[in-house]
């Protein structure tokens, strides 16, 4: 049977990056997302929005990247893949979390120092099992 794991995902970053080294050659980033949706209530006419929180797990060249770029407040898109894993907390218990492993980053910032505030964009894609050179 065919199936299709594909998350896409552009919010803001609710915290700054935390970039960890899982070996010599190897590097992890966790990166938590927002994304809020905004409705008005058909009842009261009242604006109302609900937020949802994201967890997001970068490996390699581009987990190193990532941190060099991002921080809390910026506004990224991501693509990538949704995982859960287990593992063992601290009281010694088996614990599950998911988490969206991501292979594709593009972020957007507001340039301040020109008038108009132009939106500049920087992309970069990667694999999340190898560290390969990056397109730029």
């Known amino acids: 049977m065919f199936s299709i794991n594909k998350v896409i995902l ?3 970053v609710g915290r700054d990056p935390e970039l960890k080294k899982l ?3 190897r590097s ?3 990166l938590s997302i927002a994304t809020s949706e905004f409705w008005k209530d058909k009842a009261t006419g ?4 609900r937020t949802d929180w994201h967890r997001v797990v970068f490996y390699g060249r581009l987990a190193e990247v990532v941190a060099e770029h991002v921080k809390q407040g910026d506004t990224v898109y991501i693509e990538g893949r949704n995982q859960t894993r287990e593992y063992t ?3 010694n218990e088996r614990a599950f979390i998911t988490e969206i492993v991501a292979d594709k ?3 957007w910032s507001k340039n301040k120092k020109e008038e108009g505030a132009k939106e500049q964009t920087a992309t970069v894609e990667g694999t ?3 560290d390969e050179d990056l397109p730029f």
Do not use: H, I, V
């Open 10 to 12: 552009q919010g803001n």
């Open 23 to 25: 070996d010599e050659n």
């Open 28 to 30: 992890a980033l966790n």
């Open 46 to 49: 009242e604006r109302r929005e």
């Open 89 to 91: 907390n601290q009281n």
């Open 105 to 107: 980053f593009k972020m």
């Open 128 to 130: 999340s099992q190898a």
